[in-house]
Structures are given as structure tokens and as C-alpha cells.
């Protein structure tokens, strides 16, 4: 699919820099880069909530791809796939992200924090009291913080993205294990 905006031209260090980590340049990044004030905040910020360590990344990374799944953002379930393969994260597990309620493959943290990042991405938000609760015992205040902010931003990145038509990019192919899609309504009834 063409995206909705066209890419523009990333500075050469920019693009340098994801050339060397991803081999390609992350289309979100090209896109948003036709305000580059923009592009330079949500880098930055990107960066500062990768840098947060109250929560574990894996749980992170599975909190993402569960909010990618519900929004439909192949291109954030792709990079975070990757995300996994470079976190030695279960890929097979990983996978499952999409179709997690039917896996018994998850610890019971791991499907807690997936069901918190469904519920903030619901709309309106179907967050409870309960599974707050819960957390908040098995993560801590500032845990229960990082994850709610991180669940945040990954609605952001997974509604920008789907908005202006970025799909897949293939940096999942690395991992050499397909990932589950979400089941469709039909499928369910």
C-alpha cells in the first residue's frame, strides 16, 4: 500500500542512523518528517520511553503489539515482532500476541498487561479497578505509571500509522516465524 503522505527526505545523518540499525528506513519516520519539528519530538520521546526501566521490555514489547493488534497496525506488530527477535524474547510466543486470550503459552502478568493495553485502547477505555489493582501490587506505582504512558504513546504510534496508510515494511521476516492474525468478528461468532 502507498502511504496517505508521501515520504520526504530524512537529513543524511538521520537516515544513516536507521540504515545501520534497521537496514531500511522506518517509514513512520519518513512520513512524519514532512514536519520535521514533529518528527523530532516523537523521535525524541521514543527515545526517552525506550530508555524507562521499570517495566520489563518483553512485557512492553507484548503490550505494543496486543494495542497493534486491536488498532490494526501491521507496521507497529512487524517492528515490534523484530523488537522481540533482538530482546531473545519467545518468538514463537510473541507471535501469539494477536490471538493471546486463546494462548496458553503467557504467564498470567504477561495476559494482565495485555488486557490493560486493550482495555486503555478500547474506546471509551474499559480499564477496571480490579485489573488496575492487580497491577499496580505486581508492577509498583512507578511501574504501573510506565506501562499506562507506554500503552499511551503506542496508541499514538498505532493511529498515526494506520491514518497515513503505513502497513508492514517486512522487518519481521528476520524472525522466520509468521504472526497470528487477529481473529475477525466473523471468525468469532
Not at 53 to 70: I, N, P, R, S, Y
Request: some cysteine.
Amino acid at each position: 500500500m502507498t502511504t496517505r503522505i508521501p515520504k520526504a527526505e530524512l537529513p543524511a545523518k538521520t537516515k544513516e542512523v536507521f540504515l545501520r540499525q534497521f537496514g531500511s528506513v522506518p517509514e513512520p519516520v519518513e512520513v512524519v518528517f514532512n514536519n520535521p519539528a514533529v518528527a523530532t519530538s516523537n523521535l525524541e520521546f521514543s527515545a526517552k520511553a525506550a530508555a524507562w526501566d521499570a517495566v520489563d521490555e518483553g512485557l512492553k514489547t507484548f503490550a505494543h503489539m496486543a494495542v497493534a493488534a486491536q488498532v490494526g497496525c501491521s507496521w507497529c506488530l512487524d517492528i515490534n515482532y523484530f523488537a522481540a527477535l533482538n530482546q531473545n524474547l519467545d518468538l514463537a510466543k510473541a507471535s501469539q500476541v494477536p490471538n493471546w486470550r486463546d494462548c496458553q503459552a503467557f504467564t498470567e502478568l504477561e495476559r494482565e498487561v495485555m488486557e490493560y493495553a486493550e482495555a486503555m485502547t478500547s474506546t471509551p477505555p474499559t480499564v477496571t479497578d480490579e485489573l488496575s489493582a492487580s497491577l499496580l501490587e505486581q508492577l509498583g506505582p512507578a511501574g504501573l505509571v510506565e506501562l499506562t504512558v507506554f500503552v499511551g504513546f503506542a496508541n499514538l504510534s498505532t493511529r498515526v500509522n494506520t491514518a497515513h496508510g503505513i502497513t508492514s515494511q517486512g522487518y519481521s521476516k528476520a524472525c522466520r516465524i509468521p504472526l497470528a492474525q487477529r481473529p475477525s468478528a466473523t471468525d468469532e461468532a
